[in-house]
């Protein structure tokens, strides 16, 4: 063991005004080269944690203009971005279903095209 405990690293994400915070010991790690999202550790997602600061700018800043965000200066920071991008983000309602439904139905048109 030695000084330096088990070894279990620690993470912690953010949504900055969301209050979406975790800290909690990291499972084995799956190779990825951004990890943009992150589960509560669990094979089943019970809490999403996004980390937009791993977002560039422009990027936040297409977000910011997609979903026509109010409050929010042309020349915000990119923490003012990441602020209102990720209140966003965390208030929007899923309806699970109907989303896995829809995903189903256009992949069976999808395949009946290829077919």
Do not use: C, W
């Amino acid at each position: 063991a030695g000084a330096g405990g088990s070894g279990a690293r620690r993470r912690e994400s953010t949504a900055t005004s969301a209050g979406v915070s975790s800290r909690e010991p990291r499972q084995k790690r799956k190779p990825a080269s951004r990890d943009l999202y992150s589960s509560s550790g669990s094979d089943q997602i019970d809490t999403l944690h996004v980390n937009f600061h791993k977002l560039e700018s422009a990027a936040l800043k297409r977000y910011r203009s997609h979903y026509k965000l109010q409050g929010v200066a042309p020349d915000a920071t990119k923490d003012q971005l990441v602020t209102a991008v990720g209140s966003h983000f965390m208030s929007q309602k899923v309806d699970e279903r109907k989303v896995i439904h829809t995903f189903f139905q256009s992949m069976i048109a999808r395949r009946a095209a290829v077919e």
